[in-house]
């Protein structure tokens, strides 16, 4: 599904990715952790196609398709989301209008018909619902005076509208107070698993793992990946550290 082919990128003249290759097969979580500017958050801009991220080499295949081809907004169109760590906040733009107007384009961009009002709400609440957030805070302005778990929270909601096939969360878990993380990392289950969707799930702790099991987990460190392997990689990085794992990579 997706297909990251010894990627290079810069941003501001820095090269931050240098040679990095990995994959996400449909039906596959697979898990990034790496230390603390090794690059992480980088890779998501990139796939998102945030301006000033510059790609000076290497291929990026989404479903069969070079993303470097798409623009952000059709990149979403054919299923991409992505998660930040810091969502931001949209003064004057309710909750609802913007994953309505968010969904109805997407949709367009496919060429299927936009979600009638309540047709929209129906789904709105459902997925409130499964992220145990109150619907009423998807009548306020997007994150204005949200809590950070309530802003995570509604970005899985958002998630859950959009019906992406190929989410990257980066440290969708960053914040969350232990009830939260439950609540985000189950958002994550029933909304991702699915044979036909994939996830690019970066993160630091073990603890959303334990909720969110990885297929996968790859070390990226210093703009590539370093090491692959099973759940237990990520048990080792937590008790041994990153350096250590990596000196007998
Ligand atoms: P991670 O998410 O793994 O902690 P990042 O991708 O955020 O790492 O950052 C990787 C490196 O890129 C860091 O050294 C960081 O300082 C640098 N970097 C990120 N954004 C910028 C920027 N806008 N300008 C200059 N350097 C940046
Ligand atoms: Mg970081
Ligand atoms: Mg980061």
Same mark, same amino acid.
């Given at each position: 599904?997706?297909?990251?082919?010894?990627?290079?990128?810069?941003?501001?003249?820095?090269?931050?990715?240098?040679?990095?290759?990995?994959?996400?097969?449909?039906?596959?979580?697979?898990?990034?952790?790496?230390?603390?500017?090794?690059?992480?958050?980088?890779?998501?801009?990139?796939?998102?196609?945030?301006?000033?991220?510059?790609?000076?080499?290497?291929?990026?295949?989404?479903?069969?398709?070079?993303?470097?081809?798409?623009?952000?907004?059709?990149?979403?169109?054919?299923?991409?989301?992505?998660?930040?760590?810091?969502?931001?906040?949209?003064?004057?733009?309710? $909750?609802?209008?913007?994953?309505?107007?968010?969904? $109805?384009?997407?949709?367009?961009?496919?060429?299927?018909?936009?979600?009638?009002?309540?047709?929209? &709400?129906?789904?709105?609440?459902?997925?409130?619902?499964?992220?145990?957030?109150?619907?009423?805070?998807?009548?306020?302005?997007?994150?204005?005076?949200?809590?950070?778990?309530?802003? +995570?929270?509604?970005?899985?909601?958002?998630?859950?509208? &959009?019906?992406? +096939?190929?989410?990257?969360?980066?440290?969708?878990?960053?914040?969350?107070?232990?009830?939260?993380?439950?609540?985000?990392?189950?958002?994550?289950?029933?909304?991702?698993?699915?044979?036909?969707?994939?996830? &690019?799930?970066?993160?630091?702790?073990?603890?959303? &793992?334990?909720?969110? +099991?990885?297929?996968?987990?790859?070390?990226?460190?210093?703009?590539?990946?370093?090491?692959?392997?099973?759940?237990?990689?990520?048990?080792?990085?937590?008790?041994?550290?990153?350096?250590?794992?990596?000196?007998?990579?």
């Amino acid at each position: 599904m997706l297909e990251i082919t010894d990627l290079h990128a810069t941003v501001a003249d820095k090269p931050i990715l240098k040679g990095l290759s990995l994959t996400v097969a449909a039906g596959e979580v697979h898990a990034i952790m790496g230390p603390n500017g090794a690059g992480k958050s980088t890779l998501a801009y990139v796939l998102g196609g945030r301006p000033g991220y510059e790609v000076t080499h290497g291929s990026v295949t989404f479903n069969g398709v070079d993303l470097f081809e798409m623009d952000p907004h059709e990149r979403a169109a054919a299923g991409l989301f992505l998660g930040f760590q810091y969502p931001v906040e949209i003064p004057g733009v309710s $909750n609802l209008q913007f994953l309505r107007e968010a969904l $109805n384009s997407q949709r367009k961009q496919r060429g299927e018909e936009p979600l009638t009002g309540g047709e929209f &709400l129906k789904l709105a609440r459902e997925k409130a619902a499964l992220l145990k957030l109150d619907p009423e805070m998807l009548k306020r302005h997007v994150n204005v005076g949200f809590s950070g778990g309530e802003k +995570k929270r509604a970005e899985m909601v958002q998630m859950g509208i &959009l019906d992406p +096939k190929l989410a990257v969360l980066d440290e969708t878990d960053s914040g969350l107070d232990i009830d939260a993380l439950r609540i985000v990392g189950e958002g994550i289950n029933a909304i991702m698993r699915d044979p036909a969707k994939g996830v &690019l799930l970066i993160t630091h702790y073990q603890r959303l &793992l334990d909720v969110v +099991k990885p297929d996968r987990v790859s070390v990226l460190a210093g703009g590539r990946i370093v090491q692959t392997g099973g759940p237990e990689l990520a048990l080792r990085l937590e008790s041994e550290g990153y350096d250590a794992v990596m000196a007998d990579a």
